[in-house]
């Protein structure tokens, strides 16, 4: 079975562009979740999709969007970049319904530099 | 207010010696689901372990097991003879059922594995 993919896996921009990074998650598994990975912050959650809506958000600007397809592969976009938005996307599956606990599996992240 | 917490930046053990690596979490919730994520230099998180709150016994996956005290609200990761490919940081994460498939995460430890 195929583990997570995120494409690109590196990325450099520059100040002011936009960008977009996918994510397919383990077939079958309908829930994608999204989070940021800095050396300051830590791993934060940027949000979460499930069969094609978005469920739960964490903290993060309206710069930061995403979508999720009826395959259950997902986007994330950040448009208008800043130099603090460089950082490993991690992109995570998981098969749980609403209120499952079961265990995500994560995708090997899109390092994004920006310039 | 922090939900887990890791205590040790960093740990250094020899090889084929046993670590424990902390980590206390707070949660409200009766029915959670705690983690053991490894991160080697390449970035990808690795699944380790998975310890349900209702679980009645510790959780173990070959050199791995979760010392879980519920009442002291820790979940401490042991790693049994210790390999020179342990070396990585350890992340420990809490996922509640209100928050959907979101993890909150510790701030990490970092293992060095010396021969």
């Known amino acids: 079975k195929a583990g997570v993919t995120q494409t690109p896996r590196y990325l450099i921009k520059t100040r002011g562009q936009q960008v977009t990074l996918s994510c397919s998650p383990i077939s079958g598994h309908r829930s994608v979740s999204w989070y940021q990975q800095t050396p300051g912050q830590g791993l934060q959650f940027l949000f979460e999709y499930f069969s094609e809506t978005q469920r739960n958000k964490g903290n993060f600007p309206g710069r930061f969007s995403g979508r999720q397809f009826s395959n259950s592969r997902s986007e994330m976009n950040v448009s208008t970049l800043e130099l603090g938005d460089s950082a490993l996307y991690l992109c995570?599956?998981?098969?749980?319904?609403?209120?499952?606990?079961?265990?995500?599996?994560f995708g090997p992240g899109t390092r994004l530099t920006v310039l | 207010a922090q939900k887990i917490t890791q205590t040790q930046p960093g740990m250094f053990v020899q090889e084929k010696e046993a670590v424990t690596l902390d980590c206390t979490y707070d949660t409200s919730d009766p029915s959670y689901g705690l983690f053991w994520y490894k991160q080697p230099s390449s970035g990808e998180m690795i699944f380790l372990i998975y310890q349900g709150s209702y679980d009645q016994q510790n959780a173990t996956e070959g050199r791995y097991s979760l010392n879980f005290q519920k009442a002291r609200k820790s979940a401490n990761l042991v790693i049994s003879a210790s390999q020179l490919g342990d070396s990585a940081m350890y992340f420990c994460?809490?996922?509640?059922?209100?928050?959907?498939?979101?993890?909150?995460f510790g701030k990490g430890t970092m293992l060095l594995v010396s021969p």
């Open positions: 994460a809490m996922r509640e059922p209100r928050g959907y498939s979101t993890l909150t």
């Open positions: 995570a599956s998981s098969a749980g319904t609403s209120g499952s606990l079961m265990e995500q599996f």
